[in-house]
């Protein structure tokens, strides 16, 4: 009615409000294709970038102005947000929440996506928005199961059993209820119409792709048969759902990779083989993943680094048999000698982003399918307020979510010589779009 109503003289006029097509994220056989050109992502990891937007409360309007400014500065072009946090009694998750029960949602912290989206159009930037968290800093679907199933949401930060929670977590998928409130949210955002400028997400560019949740697992590292194909078909289907909610943007799983799919390559084919899922991802974590001691760096680089490359190019190759675009959005290492103070060097974190940037840049200059990168994350003017470097409600937001360590793998303002670093390789991979 829109498009009609806009005919001026026969010539078609765009409906207001709805962005050409052109302008939206799409995927072009192997590659991502925005404005006529091929696009490369240079981004950043910033999960608390809605929290910064709230009208109230956490809101910190012109912190987040700033940060965007920053990043802009440094040639960052996107930005991987968490979209909805769950109220819970765990430990060491967020807190406020945008959601405080099933169907009861913060306006105000959905206002600061809004403002979030917004600030990036103005700078022609583009966000990826995760719907859920597998893990505990934002409630997520441990929260759901304890809604829907009245299980105790556990935090694996006091439990330690982290095995026990990943197997329980993946509860969530098969979990009617849960499932019904999850689609209930997904609605909820993916057909919000954004409160600053009354653009509907769904006609906005300025969103890169809707992901499912952050990290999704199929359950532990012994994950059976049975989860795999429950894990495998509740991503076709939540995909498929959402490409029906809106059929502008792209879907991604946020999936790590093989280390997020119990070590199994067939898994990760299987499960990102439908042709709802866009384009593939995959997270590098060495010190998690036990690769790298950051106690023992010099004894441990070199199998560290070898690891990390295999890890970068086996996941390039699976790109290239799915005929589909990866994204490597996150990767990360701590500050020399293992510390989380801001005055720590960063030398040896340097010398990995350098390596990582290398490896994709240099693939992607020969046309591999890959679409870029976020690294995890930005800290920005964020600074720790305690000596012990945790986190508590009220104290600032930093790419460290509250369950790790304030200053454990953020990239801080002061970090001069790591931005340098992006920057040089953002601008690499921007030289390759054309
Ligand atoms: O998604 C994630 N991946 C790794 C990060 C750093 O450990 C972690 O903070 C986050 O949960």
């Not at 001026?8 to 056989?29: D, I, M, N, R, S």
């Not at 996107?78 to 769950?86: D, G, I, P």
């Not at 898994?267 to 036990?290: C, E, Q, R, V």
């Not at 589909?324 to 701590?334: M, R, S, T």
Request: proline letters at 4%; a neutral charge.
């Amino acid at each position: 009615a829109l498009a009609v109503a806009g005919m001026v003289g026969g010539a078609a006029a765009a409906p207001v409000g709805a962005a050409g097509k052109g302008e939206f994220v799409t995927v072009k056989q192997t590659h991502f294709a925005r404005k006529g050109q091929t696009y490369y992502i240079a981004g950043a990891n910033f999960w608390y970038g809605g929290y910064l937007g709230s009208p109230s409360g956490v809101g910190q309007r012109a912190r987040l102005r700033k940060e965007l400014d920053t990043m802009k500065a440094i040639g960052i072009n996107n930005v991987r947000v968490l979209a909805v946090s769950e109220k819970t009694d765990m430990t060491s998750a967020v807190r406020p929440a945008t959601t405080n029960g099933p169907g009861k949602y913060d306006e105000d912290l959905l206002a600061g996506l809004d403002f979030l989206v917004d600030e990036l159009g103005k700078r022609d930037m583009t966000v990826v928005l995760y719907l859920n968290n597998f893990w505990q800093w934002s409630g997520g679907m441990t929260q759901y199961l304890n809604w829907f199933e009245g299980t105790p949401a556990l935090d694996p930060n006091v439990t330690r059993d982290y095995d026990g929670y990943m197997a329980k977590t993946a509860r969530f998928y098969a979990n009617k209820e849960a499932q019904k409130e999850y689609r209930g949210t997904i609605k909820k955002i993916v057909q919000r119409v954004n409160t600053i400028n009354g653009k509907p997400y769904r006609d906005d560019p300025v969103i890169m792709s809707w992901q499912l949740a952050n990290e999704p697992r199929p359950g532990n590292g012994k994950a059976s048969d049975k989860e795999k194909a429950i894990y495998t078909t509740w991503i076709a289907d939540t995909a498929q759902y959402i490409h029906e909610l809106d059929k502008n943007h792209l879907v991604s799983s946020g999936s790590e990779g093989l280390a997020g799919s119990a070590q199994d390559a067939k898994l990760f084919m299987a499960s990102h083989s439908s042709k709802h899922i866009d384009y593939l991802t995959y997270h590098l974590w060495p010190k998690n993943w036990g690769w790298f001691d950051s106690k023992k760096p010099v004894e441990s680089w070199d199998g560290a680094i070898a690891r990390s490359r295999d890890y970068l190019n086996s996941h390039i190759d699976m790109a290239k048999t799915l005929g589909k675009p990866i994204v490597l959005e996150e990767f990360g290492l701590d500050r020399d000698g293992a510390s989380f103070d801001i005055k720590a060097g960063t030398t040896i974190r340097d010398r990995f982003y350098g390596e990582i940037f290398e490896l994709i840049g240099r693939r992607a200059a020969a046309g591999d399918p890959i679409a870029g990168w976020n690294f995890w994350a930005w800290g920005g003017a964020g600074r720790a307020a305690n000596a012990d470097y945790w986190w508590k409600q009220g104290n600032d937001f930093m790419g460290d979510p509250p369950q790790e360590e304030q200053g454990l793998y953020s990239v801080f303002d002061s970090d001069a010589s790591s931005l340098a670093l992006i920057k040089d390789h953002a601008d690499k991979l921007r030289s390759l779009q054309k």
